[in-house]
């Protein structure tokens, strides 16, 4: 322990003693120990509770572990090290380790440090493990005691708004569980959802938070977009409403403008990623809602990348469900907006634009309609190359080098240029090693290519072996799409071909129904 370490425990442990000895409760000694700490040693509200317990790292964890296996629940990751990181501020737990901390010392996010409630819906000032103020247990698996009150709302966050982020959070909880297949994108949870998105809308049009505060929000976006290749998208989805939801309350009041324009950023951000996140669960009427509410905040900011960063994934709502020659208007209205500026959108939206041309002209294309989408292709990579490093990085945000081959790869595939097409696609999934959602649309693509070339045995081998790879949270109406088109395609080929039934058989699973989405409706 360092000579400021053991200076800050110290001074920690009189305040405890002179507290204890005064009928203080432990909260209220974590609020005085945090109040003389951090001026000097920048103690955080978090470590505060600790330090007012009287506890080291390694006790939160044993108990947090205790948690866990009371909920019979898998052993969480959680260690030293990344309690160490939520207690300095360099990292923000997560919405489970956040219940978890708080189920340890019986106090609200907020007393934490963080805003916004627990997911749980509950108090948690129910006994936890620490200390023994009071008898009795707390947990997901126990109803909430009559006499204890929930946390106190927004002032401005109205009944209609709790009960949306209500739904979210007990879908959050059953995707937690150990039987998460009782979770589905069902009418309430799409009505949460959209309740969420017009709120923000209402916000945007009408509208002090620390700066600090703002540090953790747009530290968690970036959090989100680093999870969309890894999480299921129903899980992330939850995530992701109840941050913007947040932001939307931190917004119902005009800010000075340099947060203001920061809010609108993570507004812009978060309601973009959602619409991605909606792409994928397959709901495209509510992808294009929340597109829409993205570039409302977008324009609040002044920012053309993060306008053309918004249209750009707004043109693939169009692109991956039907119409083609709107997702190239959109592509081409992000590329003007980006004008000039090195940004994702300028790589993204010329890719978006051969997609789009290969669709509208197929596998029969003219010379020219080929041309015309290799040029784009050709800016794509032009446009890439001048990226900055961090955004070549961020899948979700910016703009990969996976993605761009798996794209060139698809446009090859739709003009028709298997040849090309399948050594670009292996180039591509080589570079993957996350995001099931491209991987298996890729293997689509490669089975398409095969099919194209005339070989049925080897299309259909690869693309069961694609669905056979897919875990039931990703079998949404977007990855099915290409899957039942593939299957269509090689039944007007060869309707009775040995092969096929094995396919079928992966194409009909029953546990389709998990996070199926509505897409078709």
């Known amino acids: 322990m360092s000579g400021r370490q053991h200076r800050e425990t110290e001074m920690a442990r009189r305040i405890r003693a002179k507290g204890l000895a005064?009928?203080?409760?432990?909260?209220?000694?974590?609020?005085?120990?945090?109040?003389?700490?951090?001026?000097?040693?920048?103690?955080?509200?978090?470590?505060?509770?600790?330090?007012?317990?009287?506890?080291?790292?390694a006790d939160v964890i044993e108990q947090v572990r205790a948690l866990f296996e009371r909920d019979a629940k898998p052993q969480p990751g959680i260690g030293e090290t990344l309690l160490s990181a939520y207690e300095s501020g360099l990292k923000r737990p997560g919405p489970e380790y956040l219940h978890y901390l708080c189920t340890v010392y019986r106090v609200e996010p907020a007393a934490l440090g963080y805003d916004g409630p627990c997911i749980c819906g509950h108090g948690h000032r129910m006994p936890g493990v620490v200390g023994g103020e009071a008898p009795g247990l707390h947990g997901a698996a126990l109803a909430t005691p009559p006499d204890l009150m929930a946390p106190s709302p927004h002032p401005d966050q109205n009944s209609e708004s709790e009960e949306d982020e209500n739904i979210l959070r007990r879908t959050l909880l059953a995707l937690l569980s150990s039987n998460p297949n009782v979770a589905k994108l069902d009418g309430p949870v799409l009505g949460a959802c959209e309740g969420i998105r017009r709120r923000m809308d209402h916000t945007l049009v009408s509208a002090t938070v620390s700066p600090a505060m703002l540090d953790q929000w747009e530290e968690a976006t970036l959090s989100f977009g680093r999870q969309y290749t890894t999480?299921?998208?129903?899980?992330?989805?939850?995530?992701?409403?109840?941050?913007?939801?947040?932001?939307?309350?931190?917004?119902?009041?005009?800010?000075?403008?340099?947060?203001?324009?920061?809010?609108?950023?993570?507004?812009?951000?978060?309601?973009?990623?959602?619409?991605?996140?909606?792409?994928?669960?397959?709901?495209?009427?509510?992808?294009?809602?929340?597109?829409?509410?993205?570039?409302?905040?977008?324009?609040?900011?002044?920012?053309?990348?993060?306008?053309?960063?918004?249209?750009?994934?707004?043109?693939?709502?169009?692109?991956?469900?039907?119409?083609?020659?709107?997702?190239?208007?959109?592509?081409?209205?992000?590329?003007?907006?980006?004008?000039?500026?090195?940004?994702?959108?300028?790589?993204?939206?010329?890719?978006?634009?051969?997609?789009?041309?290969?669709?509208?002209?197929?596998?029969?294309?003219?010379?020219?309609?080929?041309?015309?989408?290799?040029?784009?292709?050709?800016?794509?990579?032009?446009?890439?190359?001048?990226?900055?490093?961090?955004?070549?990085?961020?899948?979700?945000?910016?703009?990969?080098?996976?993605?761009?081959?798996?794209?060139?790869?698809?446009?090859?595939?739709?003009?028709?240029?298997?040849?090309?097409?399948?050594?670009?696609?292996?180039?591509?999934?080589?570079?993957?090693?996350?995001?099931?959602?491209?991987?298996?649309?890729?293997?689509?693509?490669?089975?398409?290519?095969?099919?194209?070339?005339?070989?049925?045995?080897?299309?259909?081998?690869?693309?069961?072996?694609?669905?056979?790879?897919l875990g039931p949270e990703y079998r949404t109406d977007f990855i099915m799409r290409p899957a039942l088109a593939l299957e269509q395609a090689v039944m007007a080929r060869d309707a009775k071909h040995p092969k096929l039934p094995a396919y079928q058989e992966q194409l009909r699973s029953p546990q389709l129904a998990l996070g199926e989405g509505n897409g078709g409706a």
Request: aromatic share 6%; with cysteine.
């Open 22 to 57: 005064t009928g203080r409760s432990s909260a209220q000694i974590a609020d005085e120990i945090h109040e003389a700490c951090a001026p000097q040693f920048g103690t955080t509200r978090i470590k505060g509770h600790r330090l007012a317990h009287g506890i080291a790292l």
């Open 231 to 469: 999480t299921a998208p129903l899980r992330l989805v939850c995530d992701v409403l109840l941050e913007l939801s947040a932001v939307r309350n931190a917004m119902s009041r005009r800010q000075p403008i340099d947060l203001q324009e920061r809010l609108c950023r993570m507004a812009a951000q978060l309601s973009g990623l959602s619409g991605m996140i909606m792409i994928n669960l397959g709901d495209h009427r509510l992808a294009r809602s929340f597109f829409r509410t993205g570039r409302t905040a977008a324009d609040e900011t002044g920012d053309r990348a993060l306008r053309a960063w918004v249209t750009a994934r707004e043109a693939l709502v169009p692109l991956y469900y039907g119409d083609a020659r709107e997702a190239l208007n959109l592509a081409k209205k992000s590329r003007d907006l980006a004008g000039q500026t090195p940004c994702a959108a300028q790589a993204m939206a010329p890719v978006v634009e051969a997609r789009a041309l290969a669709m509208l002209s197929g596998t029969e294309s003219k010379k020219e309609v080929v041309d015309q989408a290799k040029r784009a292709l050709a800016r794509a990579r032009n446009a890439f190359s001048h990226m900055k490093a961090n955004d070549q990085e961020d899948v979700a945000f910016g703009y990969t080098e996976k993605q761009l081959y798996f794209y060139q790869g698809d446009v090859l595939t739709k003009l028709g240029q298997t040849l090309e097409a399948e050594v670009v696609l292996d180039q591509a999934l080589d570079k993957y090693q996350d995001h099931i959602f491209d991987q298996t649309l890729i293997r689509l693509d490669r089975a398409q290519c095969r099919l194209i070339e005339g070989d049925l045995d080897d299309a259909l081998q690869s693309a069961t072996e694609a669905l056979r790879m």
